[in-house]
């Protein structure tokens, strides 16, 4: 899945209804061509669950878990679950197809598994209902509202789970909104000359983005903090190791703040980061962050030799649409 939407971001916000005390859960996970030995299991007040393969191949823990919703991770992609108190969670997937195949079987998985789907509706919703006209988008977000809020209440769920899911659906409204407006502004800059910018280099003196006119540029804008931003470093070498020596940079422009500028730089180096490294000079507020409307990272942006934004929105160094993209530029 290219983007975490309303299952993710949104339930993740509303992960307040962790109750009183604790409860066993018995976790277990059988995953085809998996991305990680480990998997991690993040909720509410600092929770974190690791769970590493064992020798049968299986993902198996047993942990103290309070009720509500929380986020699996296997460190490319994520997904939301809901634990309640004696769970017995079995976990079926393969990997390649992480959001596809999720299945959740045992005691206590309907809510995961509900979670799972809507992930997968989400995901259509938005890669076709945000290429529409206003007025059809917004009477189809109003459409997709009343469907979720019914499916929510047919449902056999824990009651906690059905009032919070529902909030949630509530959010979604207004935040399709606002997402469809920032698209749709992403959407016409494409095709215009790019903001341009002029950042510290890790490797000394500064660089602008008119230095490299001539040349593709792929900027990814990142920041130390940023988990999602750092799952896909891995992915960004592989294709920075592909298309070298070809007629394209790749910069990497942090937003950490300034206070944590030798934690960057310390970071690059200890990663041995590659391509261009720089520091942004006003991190979040800096005019290229704030020209291009960045309110989330990681965010990637594709420019042309000729400095016009060909994608203000790219896709990311672990989408394959991306290499697909980069080999017609460069062949």
Not at 174 to 186: C, D, L, P, T, V
């Amino acid at each position: 899945m290219k983007k975490v939407f309303v299952s993710g971001l949104l339930i993740f916000s509303v992960m307040t209804i962790i109750g009183q005390g604790k409860n066993q859960v018995k976790f277990t996970a059988k995953i085809a061509n998996r991305n990680s030995d480990t998997l991690v299991i993040r909720g509410m007040n600092n929770f974190k669950q690791v769970i590493p393969i064992n020798k049968k191949e299986v993902f198996a823990a047993n942990f103290d878990a309070p009720k509500g919703f929380y986020m699996l991770s296997d460190g490319v992609e994520s997904s939301s679950l809901y634990l309640k108190p004696n769970s017995e969670v079995n976990l079926v997937m393969n990997a390649k197809e992480f959001d596809e195949t999720i299945v959740y079987k045992g005691k206590g998985v309907n809510e995961s598994n509900f979670l799972a789907q809507k992930a997968l509706v989400d995901e259509k919703f938005m890669n076709e209902a945000f290429s529409k006209e206003a007025t059809v988008f917004a009477s189809l977000v109003e459409e997709k509202k009343k469907k979720d809020l019914q499916d929510i209440e047919n449902g056999d769920f824990d009651p906690e789970f059905k009032t919070m899911l529902k909030k949630a659906v509530e959010e979604f409204s207004q935040y399709a909104g606002q997402e469809y407006k920032r698209i749709s502004g992403m959407a016409n800059l494409n095709g215009k000359a790019s903001p341009g910018f002029d950042y510290e280099n890790h490797k000394g003196g500064k660089t602008k983005l008119s230095d490299l006119k001539g040349k593709y540029v792929y900027i990814d804008l990142w920041a130390t903090w940023c988990g999602p931003c750092r799952a896909e470093i891995p992915f960004l070498q592989k294709i920075e190791e592909k298309y070298h020596g070809k007629n394209i940079e790749f910069i990497s422009i942090s937003v950490d703040v300034a206070k944590d500028h030798d934690k960057w730089a310390k970071f690059v180096t200890d990663k041995k980061l590659g391509g261009i490294q720089l520091f942004a000079d006003k991190d979040w507020q800096s005019e290229f962050v704030t020209s291009y409307g960045v309110n989330g990272i990681p965010r990637f942006i594709l420019i042309d030799p000729q400095g016009n934004i060909l994608n203000a929105d790219a896709d990311r160094p672990s989408s394959a649409a991306l290499q697909t993209q980069l080999d017609a530029l460069l062949k």
